[in-house]
């Protein structure tokens, strides 16, 4: 069996199912077969909304030495509104699984599940899928073989989660480097200044909330700006892609930089309580200095550190910051296509 994958948390997946599989499939009633997987990382999908039967023409499964080939993408993919998960063709041997269409939640049991249906239905074995998995996923007869969407409820919810998860919000966080180095010397700068010690004692936590909630927000817009994050539908059949594409770079970064604020926070609560001993304080706050004073000073400091930490983004590189897009990605991904279909001609 050769399992497809795009790059990123797909090929992950998929190299864990390459290791589990080949054991969940033996058959009772077939103990003298054996299944031998393998992986390779390379993307043939250009567009979430390509008809299967493109799909099966671009990744030509006759011509792969395996007998079952399956295909795991992290594009989404769609009949109308509802979240397709797996297209199968068992004429052909092939399947196509949409990873966003599992989910956020246990993506690597339900990717497995879906596989593990997929090639049961392949097969032509009902004994290999997993118990329920078949009135779990509805599916519907296509044209080239067999469709089946994601479990009833919450569908778009579902399809939203699983395309943040992708996106992979906590890797943002290692490419912002230099917005975390540039945050946190902006912290430290107005830690040396007593009017912020006095502005944390008097400003409340609603004004501190709200600092906090501003102070995010901005880092959001300006690396949605200044990155070019944006999708903008260029029809009106596009829009309602471009609306779920938004939608899911936003809470990516929404997840990723308040990650960042966390950990800017942690930093500048370990430098507060090193530099500033209670003995320095007390003076200007004109009364006794506990350790709940050194963290609401720390939470306007980190604050103020993460508006510094927006204006620090624009020098971090596009693709440490592009890949929290799925249109972006999109975008790159049929390039790509492109560039090699021109090298193929």
């Known amino acids: 069996m050769l399992l497809i994958a795009d790059p990123g948390t797909p090929a992950a997946l998929a190299e864990r199912i390459a290791e589990y599989l ?13 299944w031998t997987t393998c992986v390779r990382g ?7 909304q390509a008809d299967f039967a493109d799909v099966i023409h671009a990744v030509d499964p006759s011509s792969e030495g395996e007998d079952i ?6 594009l989404p993919r769609r009949e109308d509104t509802l979240p397709v998960v797996a297209d199968v063709s068992a004429d052909h041997l092939f399947a196509l699984i949409s990873v966003a269409g599992v989910g ?11 596989t593990e249906l997929v090639i049961a239905r392949v097969l032509g074995e009902p004994e290999l899928m997993p118990p329920g998995a078949a009135r779990r996923f509805p599916c519907v007869q296509i044209e080239d073989g067999i469709r089946y969407f994601a479990p009833s409820g919450l569908r778009r919810l579902r ?11 906590w890797r ?6 230099k917005v975390l180095v540039g945050a946190f010397a902006t912290g430290a700068i107005a830690l040396a200044t007593d009017t912020i010690w006095l502005f944390a004692d008097t400003m409340g936590p609603w004004r501190m909330g709200a600092a906090t909630v501003l102070s995010i927000v901005a880092m959001i817009l300006w690396l949605i700006l200044d990155h070019e994050l944006w999708e903008r539908p260029k029809s009106p059949e596009e829009r309602d892609r471009s609306v779920l594409y938004n939608t899911a770079t936003v809470a990516t970064l929404v997840i990723g930089v308040a990650i960042l604020h966390v950990a800017l926070f942690c930093l500048l609560l370990f430098t507060t309580c090193l530099a500033l001993p209670p003995e320095l304080l007390s003076p200007i706050l004109g009364h006794g200095v506990n350790f709940s004073d050194y963290l609401t000073l720390t939470w306007l ?3 103020i550190a993460t508006i510094g930490g927006a204006l620090g983004s624009g020098l971090e590189d596009d693709a440490a910051v592009k890949e929290a897009a799925y249109g972006v990605r999109q975008r790159q991904r049929i390039e790509e296509t492109r560039r090699r279909s021109n090298e193929a001609g």
């Open 42 to 48: 390379k993307p043939y999908l250009s567009d979430e």
């Open 159 to 169: 399809l939203l989660s699983g395309m943040v998860r992708a996106n992979r919000p």
């Open 22 to 34: 080949p054991q969940r499939l033996r058959s009772r009633d077939r103990l003298e077969r054996r």
């Open 104 to 114: 956020g939640v246990h993506i690597g049991h339900r990717v497995r599940t879906v």
């Open 301 to 303: 400091l980190a604050s």
């Open 69 to 74: 080939v399956v295909y795991l993408t992290d």
């Open 172 to 177: 943002l966080v290692t490419g912002l480097s």
